[in-house]
């Protein structure tokens, strides 16, 4: 397991600069392209999950998550990354693009 101490808003915003817009998507965590071998993700996507449940079991995700999120719970959700990845609800970070609205979520916590 990793040391998730690391993964802090600056680890994620560099992880997610890295990425090129094209390679985003809202709307689904993954959207395979197998003629091209290309594909998009959205945030969580680019994170290994493939299917909303996998939040459980991505350490990643979870602290992602964590930042944003909605549930006092504790309980991983992927609603808040969702929200601020297709520009859902009130959930309003300046950016045109899902990786600009990622980055600039994480940049408000720092």
Avoid at 83 to 101: A, F, L, Q, S, V
């Amino acid at each position: 397991m990793e040391n998730l101490k690391k993964f802090t808003p600056e680890y994620f915003i560099d992880f997610y600069s890295k990425i090129p817009n094209e390679k985003w998507c809202t709307g689904a965590l993954y959207l395979p392209d197998y003629p091209n071998a290309n594909h998009q993700c959205c945030a969580l996507g680019h994170l290994g999950l493939r299917v909303f449940t996998d939040i459980f079991k991505n350490e990643k995700a979870k602290v992602l998550q964590s930042f944003f999120n909605e549930d006092k719970s504790g309980r991983p959700s992927c609603v808040p990354i969702v929200k601020i990845n297709d520009d859902i609800d009130n959930w309003h970070y300046e950016g045109d693009t899902p990786k600009e609205r990622i980055i600039n979520a994480l940049k408000s916590l720092i």
